[in-house]
């Protein structure tokens, strides 16, 4: 049963500190998504990699945010330092990709991480 | 910059009866729609999506109609069933961004 796993499952903070979030992609996925549930915004698209070369983190406030795919099986979404406005559900989601940029494959999303900065 | 909107929060339907749920986008490059359902403590799941050269696609109970004159796509399920209800989430995209909606909370009554 492939799916996306996603370390920790919660995670409470204090401001200032580092947070760092996990995923393991499904296997065979070449195509890594971060997003951030918000009640505000939704889902909103943080970054994407595609065979692990960042595509698109335009969506990421680049100052405090890095995403990284250290190898195919890990993918990362660091915080430093953490704001409690950046308390929200993070989620990682895989999926196959054929063409340069976002194709038209479905992604398959991991359960979340649910952040709350105090 | 609300690119995908979901103008209803919620809705509320009888089991059996249609439920529609609506979405507006203002990018007229998006040319793939999607949706997904998501359910409380889990990832959204893919539903049924739509590319721009159609107007319609139908798997089952869940039909998806897109107006492209109108920037508009609606989400179909005939018949409601209890099981339905959760957060439904519509998505658009182009080859370089996916924007999704905030969300809209389908409640189906036994």
């Known amino acids: 049963d492939a799916r996306v796993t996603q370390t920790p499952r919660h995670k409470v903070t204090e401001m200032g500190q580092e947070v760092t979030m996990r995923c393991q992609p499904i296997?065979?996925?070449?195509?890594v998504f971060w997003y951030r549930q918000t009640m505000m915004q939704g889902l909103e698209l943080l970054a994407y990699f595609r065979n692990r070369a960042p595509l698109d983190d335009s969506g990421m406030p680049k100052d405090r945010f890095s995403a990284e795919m250290p190898d195919a099986t890990l993918a990362t979404l660091k915080i430093q330092p953490s704001e409690p406005r950046d308390s929200a559900v993070y989620f990682c989601?895989?999926?196959?990709?054929?063409?340069?940029?976002?194709?038209?494959?479905?992604?398959?999303f991991g359960p979340g991480t649910r952040l709350t900065v105090l | 910059d609300q690119q995908v909107k979901q103008n209803s929060p919620s809705l509320s339907v009888q089991e059996g009866r249609i439920s529609i749920l609506n979405c507006d986008y203002t990018n007229s490059m998006f040319d793939y729609f999607l949706w997904y359902k998501k359910y409380p403590a889990e990832g959204p799941t893919f539903l049924i999506s739509?590319?721009?050269?159609?107007d319609k696609n139908e798997d089952g109970r869940f039909t998806v109609f897109l107006n492209k004159s109108a920037k508009h796509l609606s989400l179909h399920i005939v018949p409601s069933q209890p099981g339905d209800s959760a957060v439904y989430f519509c998505a658009a995209s182009d080859n370089n961004d996916m924007r999704f909606g905030a969300g809209t909370r389908l409640t189906v009554k036994p």
């Open positions: 296997l065979g996925h070449n195509t």
């Open positions: 739509i590319s721009s050269i159609k």
């Open positions: 989601a895989s999926g196959l990709g054929t063409s340069g940029g976002l194709s038209y494959n479905e992604q398959f």
